[in-house]
């Protein structure tokens, strides 16, 4: 059965949402829906991905809270930059490279969301070689601190998530 069907569960969820979004659940919906999903789950299957390893789940809550927190709180800041007249207060935006000490490719992947999710910053790049990442930051003030953020803030709780 895992060689017809490797992720039954994902191609039951994309089976559902394409029923979903055609808004029917006629003959050729649900032909053309599983056709999709077992495609889908064969796909993630030729993809071999690591298993993902989870240790310290309790730390997943605060976790969550926080990035719900930064989000509010960097949302508003976005709004007061954008919405503040021109010139009032200078703003530079820049880039910031960040060593990262993280290396399991899930941990790296839900710290990419948490910093492309939060507004004002974007992860632009990723050196595996060195081990770093390059972030955008909107208003960028001090460097030091954007790398201290990062790294106690976010990468020290994934890796006890994750690593």
């Known amino acids: ?9 994902l191609a039951f969820l994309l089976l559902i ?4 979004l055609m808004e029917s659940v006629s003959p050729g919906a649900v032909l053309l829906g599983s056709i999709l ?5 064969w796909a993630l299957a030729s993809l071999a991905l690591p298993r993902a390893r989870l240790r310290r789940l309790i730390v997943l809550p ?3 809270r926080d990035v719900l927190v ?3 709180r960097s949302n508003n800041a ?3 930059i954008i919405l503040s007249p021109k010139g009032s207060s200078p703003r530079r935006s820049g880039f ?6 993280m290396r399991d490719p899930y941990g790296l992947a839900a710290l990419a969301c948490i910093l492309t999710a939060t507004p004002g910053t974007v992860w632009a790049d990723y050196e595996a070689e060195e081990s770093t990442m390059l972030l955008h930051v909107l ?3 001090d460097e030091a601190e954007w790398v201290r953020i990062v790294k106690e803030k976010w990468e020290q709780r994934l890796m006890e998530i994750f690593e």
């Not at 910031?96 to 000490?101: E, F, N």
């Open 1 to 9: 059965m895992r060689r017809i069907l490797p992720h039954p569960l």
């Open 17 to 20: 949402a394409w029923l979903l």
């Open 37 to 41: 999903a077992l495609g889908g789950s």
């Open 62 to 64: 605060g976790l969550m």
């Open 70 to 72: 930064e989000v509010v």
């Open 78 to 80: 976005v709004a007061r």
């Open 96 to 101: 910031v490279r960040i060593p990262l000490d």
């Open 139 to 141: 208003d960028l003030i």
